[in-house]
């Protein structure tokens, strides 16, 4: 277990860690007075932070921009000894409790006294970092990078912590593991059974991670700061690294190990292709939810870059009634247009601007996702993902997430505030923890006299788990199912980039593009560092997934029959004489042959219900998407209807399926068996009716098509007098 409390959020984002020293801290030149302290001192790129052993002491944060001086001392009495004198510093972790770090402006000066390491050697790599910080940002990137790059050199890849030490390494790479707002370097090694990342630092809680391929279930290629140089590996849920997100130095390096992945016997990986999953929630298979991740996944959004953090929509406008209605329009957010154009007044001055710009021209001068914007939500959860990036502070109170009825007042009114939201607000598993003040964290004062604690809810909303869960209703309504395709154009499709984005209203600044910038072509070290921080600060628009118009999900409705007979003037009356419990999901067909019960469901699943035994005797998954429909063709024969466009034969007898056939062009929603003629007729979703011939001729069911009727909408239900 780790026990340190130092963590590499306690430095700047981008900031290397690079060693600690065992060490003895005290504020006079003496190692045995009263005030000295116990602990590590360590030696990252712009800063020395001190850790006391005893963790009622805050920790001590020393940027070298701040040091007027580091030396060692060299007298009888001090032995290993290094001074560091600064006009300003930072206290950490007082009492270790997370808050804003106070910061200490006066002269003071800090004695070291290490306690094994040499203090010249020391002193050199100090004095080198100091001289660092007195140049420019650009320039002193560029010497940081040196020196890692150097040190980096002559680290090899230890294969004394690998399972098998006769293991041969595949290749190794310079590589980083993401995780937000750090990046920690480290060597990559690849054997035929093993993925090994070996860190730089002794910052991670094993010196060395591990993923057994035979346990990687997926990888995804990412983008990481506008370049294609990231890889996230997922394992198995019970390994020991479930989880890495790792960044090279370029795509070559990146896209060979990506490949050797791939094509490793070892791996056995879950695909999914984007057409499926499209057609899984084009057919209500799939919830809103589920499948806006997986578009994040795919368009290289990732939990772990706070730059590419998934972006969700806001779907409800109303944050001030006492009761949320799903049923009424008003409700809802437009799903048509992106958050800068719901407001007419606004967009028009918007527009107004856009006009008068100078190519290249943008719309909106911020995003809609951003490390800050997603801060601004998660502050409460992740208070130190804040800090970190902030230096050590929080937002002023008053433009904190305090309300849901302002914020959303503010992305509709604001000249420069148009984020969407983030997945936490539709997670019902967490239970809204992110509204909540989990740490009881001292966050100010607003103008008002009152403390910021817990997000403010509307009157709707009992509680933060039951806001999550009626905002997740309101995801997965009728209202949004009808017109989320649209938001997802905008998002990640035709409407993203290029003339349709123009005509949509959603067009924001260059950089933010992919494509629109190649750092590797930029030479000048003033140019790339200002692009890299406005690329990170700024935001970026999610990969293009599609190009064309997104298909609109399929929103099931109760069809009145065809043929009917009135048996309203007959009294009858129904009483349950069994209940037969055969599917998970629901039953959209059955029907009765003799003491069989034969039914189909939502999940692809065909049963078959033996009422003599009181048994299931057949069980099939006949598709991976909803069965609509089944009759008998024969003694033995059923045909059901697919919402994959197919019919299946099915053997009841033999338990095997004799056939299947693309019936349409769209779902087969309605089968109907005419004895006499023996003709079967098909009903789709593509405005079709169909009359099947030869259906029992195992083969020859296409070429039996008798006739064929066109329909203005899809068929709902189909009958025969």
Request: charged share 25%; aromatic share 12%.
């Amino acid at each position: 277990m780790n026990k340190t409390r130092f963590s590499m959020l306690l430095l700047e984002p981008g900031e290397i860690y690079f060693e600690d020293y065992s060490c003895t801290m005290n504020i006079v030149n003496l190692q045995a007075a009263e005030n000295a302290k116990q602990g590590r001192l360590k030696l990252c790129s712009k800063s020395l932070v001190f850790e006391p052993r005893e963790w009622d002491n805050p920790l001590l944060k020393l940027h070298f921009k701040d040091c007027t001086d580091v030396d060692t001392i060299k007298t009888h009495d001090a032995g290993n000894l290094i001074i560091v004198r600064v006009r300003q510093y930072a206290e950490m972790l007082e009492e270790n409790i997370l808050a804003p770090y106070k910061f200490q402006y006066e002269n003071k000066d800090f004695f070291f006294f290490l306690d094994f390491s040499s203090a010249e050697e020391c002193l050199t790599q100090m004095q080198q970092l100091l001289r660092a910080s007195t140049l420019h940002a650009p320039e002193h990137n560029s010497m940081i990078a040196t020196i890692l790059h150097s040190r980096y050199m002559r680290m090899v890849f230890d294969p004394i912590m690998m399972d098998d030490y006769t293991e041969k390494i595949v290749c190794e790479f310079q590589t980083e593991k993401i995780s937000p707002l750090v990046r920690h370097h480290g060597k990559l090694a690849l054997t035929p059974t093993t993925l090994y990342f070996q860190p730089f630092s002794n910052i991670e809680n094993s010196p060395i991670l591990k993923m057994k391929l035979d346990e990687i279930t997926r990888i995804y290629k990412r983008r990481f700061l506008l370049r294609q140089v990231g890889l996230e590996i997922y394992s198995a849920e019970e390994s020991t690294t479930p989880h890495l997100y790792l960044s090279f130095q370029c795509e070559n390096d990146r896209d060979r190990v990506y490949q050797i992945l791939e094509e490793s016997p070892n791996m056995h990986l879950e695909r999914v292709h984007v057409e499926e999953m499209t057609l899984q929630w084009q057919n209500g298979i799939v919830s809103n939810y589920d499948y806006l991740m997986y578009l994040n996944c795919l368009s290289d959004r990732s939990k772990n870059d706070l730059t590419q953090y998934p972006i969700f929509p806001w779907v409800v406008a109303d944050y001030v009634s006492g009761s949320l209605d799903l049923e009424n329009a008003d409700t809802f957010r437009d799903l048509s247009k992106p958050m800068g154009a719901l407001n007419p007044d606004r967009l028009e001055k918007l527009l107004e601007r856009y006009h008068e710009m100078s190519d290249p021209k943008f719309l909106y001068g911020s995003h809609y996702s951003a490390p800050g914007l997603v801060l601004f939500y998660l502050v409460r959860k992740y208070p130190q993902y804040m800090l970190c990036l902030q230096n050590g502070r929080f937002d002023h109170p008053d433009r904190m997430f305090n309300s849901l009825k302002d914020v959303y007042n503010n992305c509709l009114k604001n000249m420069s505030d148009f984020k969407e939201l983030v997945p936490e607000f539709y997670d019902t598993r967490a239970k809204g923890d992110f509204l909540v003040n989990i740490y009881d964290i001292d966050f100010g004062t607003r103008h008002d006299g009152s403390k910021v604690d817990n997000v403010n809810l509307p009157p709707w909303a009992k509680s933060p788990a039951d806001f999550v869960i009626k905002l997740r209703q309101a995801l997965e309504s009728q209202y949004v199912s009808r017109y989320l395709h649209l938001w997802i154009d905008l998002i990640f499709g035709y409407k993203q980039r290029g003339e349709e984005a123009v005509k949509a209203n959603n067009v924001f600044h260059h950089v933010c593009y992919e494509g629109s910038v190649d750092l590797d072509d930029i030479y000048d070290m003033n140019d790339r560092h200002a692009l890299e921080v406005q690329i990170m600060e700024f935001g970026q628009v999610p990969k293009q997934l599609f190009t064309k118009p997104h298909v609109r999900r399929v929103i099931p409705e109760v069809a009145k029959q065809v043929c009917t007979k009135d048996y309203e003037s007959n009294e009858y009356s129904l009483e349950c004489v069994d209940t037969i419990w055969l599917h998970k999901e629901a039953v959209n067909c059955v029907l009765r042959k003799e003491d069989r019960i034969i039914s189909v469901c939502k999940d692809g699943t065909l049963k078959v219900y033996d009422m003599v035994q009181r048994k299931q005797i057949r069980s099939v998954i006949l598709s991976s998407t909803p069965l609509s429909s089944c009759v008998m063709v024969d003694e033995h024969i059923v045909a059901v209807g697919s919402w994959d466009n197919d019919i299946y034969l099915y053997d009841v007898e033999y338990g095997r399926v004799v056939e299947s056939f693309r019936a349409h062009d769209d779902s087969v929603n309605c089968l109907k068996w005419l004895p006499k003629e023996h003709l079967l007729i098909s009903g789709g979703w593509d405005g079709v009716v169909r009359v099947w011939g030869n259906v029992r001729k195992t083969g020859q069911a296409l070429r039996g098509l008798k006739a064929e009727f066109d329909h203005d909408g899809k068929v709902s239900t189909v009958a025969f007098r």
